[in-house]
C-alpha cells in the first residue's frame, strides 16, 4: 500500500505561480512512475504530468507545456509540481497519483494509476 498526501495548494492571482508536493508513505516510490492530475467543477478528472520511476522522462499535457514542471526526489519519497504563470483555467483540485510497483514508464491514462492521494485545491483568480 501507498499512501499519498499532496499539499501546497491554495488561492492566487493569474500569473502567479504555486509548488505541489506530494508526500508518499508505506512503500517506496522509487519504482513507480508518478502523475499529477486535475479536476475542475463539474468536469472530468484530467492528467496533467507524469514523471518515470528514475526522474529521467516526463510528460506533461499541452495545456500546461512550458508552464509547469513535474519533478521527484526519491530520497524523500516526493513528488511536485511546480506550476508557473497560472491561468483561471487551472483552478482545479489536484491530484497525486502512484503507479504499481514495477510500473516505472510514464503514462497519461488515468486507469494505470492505483493509487491517489486526496487532492489539493488550487484556485486561480483573474
Known amino acids: 500500500q501507498v499512501q499519498l498526501v499532496e499539499s501546497g495548494g491554495g488561492l492566487v492571482q493569474a500569473g502567479a505561480s504555486l509548488r505541489l508536493s506530494c508526500v508518499a508513505s508505506?512503500?517506496?516510490?522509487?519504482?513507480?512512475?508518478m502523475g499529477w492530475f486535475r479536476q475542475a467543477p463539474g468536469k472530468e478528472r484530467e492528467f496533467v504530468a507524469s514523471?518515470?520511476?528514475?526522474?529521467?522522462?516526463?510528460s506533461t499535457t499541452d495545456s500546461v507545456k512550458g508552464r509547469f514542471t513535474i519533478s521527484r526526489d526519491n530520497a524523500k519519497n516526493m513528488v511536485y509540481l511546480q506550476m508557473n504563470s497560472l491561468k483561471p483555467e487551472d483552478t482545479a483540485v489536484y491530484f497525486c497519483?502512484?503507479?504499481?510497483?514495477?510500473?516505472?514508464?510514464?503514462?497519461?491514462?488515468?486507469?494505470?494509476?492505483?493509487?491517489w492521494g486526496q487532492g489539493t485545491q488550487v484556485t486561480v483568480s483573474p
Open positions: 497519483a502512484a503507479r504499481s510497483v514495477g510500473s516505472t514508464i510514464i503514462t497519461s491514462e488515468e486507469k494505470r494509476f492505483v493509487y
Open positions: 514523471i518515470s520511476g528514475s526522474g529521467g522522462s516526463t
Open positions: 508505506g512503500r517506496t516510490v522509487s519504482s513507480r512512475a
